[in-house]
């Protein structure tokens, strides 16, 4: 865990005056969340979005925006009590045709699909007072039989999680160099960054295949991008923090014409969104890295801004909180409903429209 910068903010809170303010401000965080709490449970995440869905969403900007927020216990009950559903189903739910995707936290992800279960940068999260409690994510970890992960940030490489993953003799997928001083090194799997080879990784009685592309975080820091295809044809793409403009002149804008994607999974605030998705071309985009807890507030990237960058996207983009599950079938028509969402386009754009006045 990092050390926590907002444990500060309790001297805030110290005299008086503030805690009554304080314990005000508490109970909203609190009658909100349940709000949208109820309103993810009764309205789970499909396509076309309803729009009460997305009104859902930007209220729960508000409490996460908060310059506390990463130390209010009520919001790390609300993480637990969204990633124990999650966790609930990835153990019991049994995927007959297709496959079933999870959102963690941050830009973690998990994929079940009838023959395996594989992890994408899973994350217990930040700090000692916001994060994944450790029953919770070991039972996580227990039910992922292979672990990828993009880059060396800690909001997307838990050190934790690759241990664990190591003594248990199941496969982590990382970048060079990532962890290279420490003694499980040698037990991870560091795969060439380019796309032309086709590595494999043998899981039980199910195998996978999956390339690297060779992104980046910027100019010097390497990041991982990988295009994993599952048993029976159906292809994940998991971006990690990929914003290099460079990249899209190698090799973003052509990977369409060599590569199916069934799900693009970018991080929200990746640079040209659009442009990543018209380069992938997938059949349908989950972003992730909404709201990620360790950054300051005007850094937390909200769904909001999200919903900004796809107002104009032709291209299904599913917005998901923690925990939030979507089953997707290899022959799912998403095309021909994207044309049933017109009057979502509609309202999306006049909720950014006034957004965009702030």
Request: charged share 25%; glycine share 6%.
């Amino acid at each position: 865990m990092k050390s926590n910068p907002f444990l500060a903010l309790e001297r805030l809170y110290a005299e008086p005056e503030t805690q009554v303010m304080h314990r005000q401000m508490v109970r909203w965080m609190e009658s909100t969340l349940e709000w949208v709490d109820g309103v993810l449970s009764r309205h789970p995440p499909e396509w076309p979005e309803p729009a009460i869905r997305r009104r859902a969403l930007f209220v729960l900007d508000e409490p996460l925006h908060v310059l506390s927020a990463p130390i209010e216990p009520c919001l790390n009950a609300f993480l637990n009590s969204r990633i124990e559903l999650a966790v609930v189903q990835i153990e019991r739910e049994v995927v007959t045709s297709g496959l079933t995707i999870w959102k963690l936290y941050n830009h973690g992800f998990v994929v079940k699909t009838p023959e395996l279960t594989l992890g994408f940068d899973l994350h217990r999260g930040p700090f000692e007072s916001f994060r994944i409690e450790s029953g919770l994510f070991d039972r996580l970890l227990d039910a992922t039989q292979a672990l990828f992960i993009s880059h060396e940030h800690g909001d997307h490489a838990d050190a934790y999680a690759v241990g664990r993953m190591v003594e248990s003799g199941r496969p982590v997928i990382v970048p060079p160099r990532l962890w290279e001083e420490d003694a499980i090194y040698p037990q991870l799997i560091k795969p060439e960054r380019h796309w032309k080879p086709e590595n494999k990784l043998a899981l039980g009685d199910a195998s996978v295949t999956y390339r690297v592309f060779p992104g980046h975080q910027g100019a010097d820091l390497l990041n991982n991008v990988y295009l994993v295809e599952l048993p029976k044809g159906l292809h994940i793409l998991h971006t990690g923090d990929q914003s290099y403009m460079e990249d899209f002149y190698v090799w973003i804008d052509r990977l369409h014409e060599q590569f199916r994607v069934d799900i693009l999974l970018p991080n929200c605030w990746s640079t040209h969104l659009s442009r990543l998705i018209q380069g992938v071309s997938p059949r349908l985009v989950i972003t992730g890295h909404e709201n990620e807890m360790s950054h300051p507030v005007d850094h937390r990237e909200a769904f909001s801004k999200t919903y900004g960058h796809i107002v104009e996207e032709q291209t299904p983009v599913l917005v998901m909180a923690w925990g939030e599950r979507y089953h997707y079938e290899q022959n799912q028509d998403l095309v021909s409903l994207t044309s049933e969402s017109a009057a979502q386009s509609a309202d999306l754009k006049e909720t950014q429209q006034f957004l965009s006045r702030f």
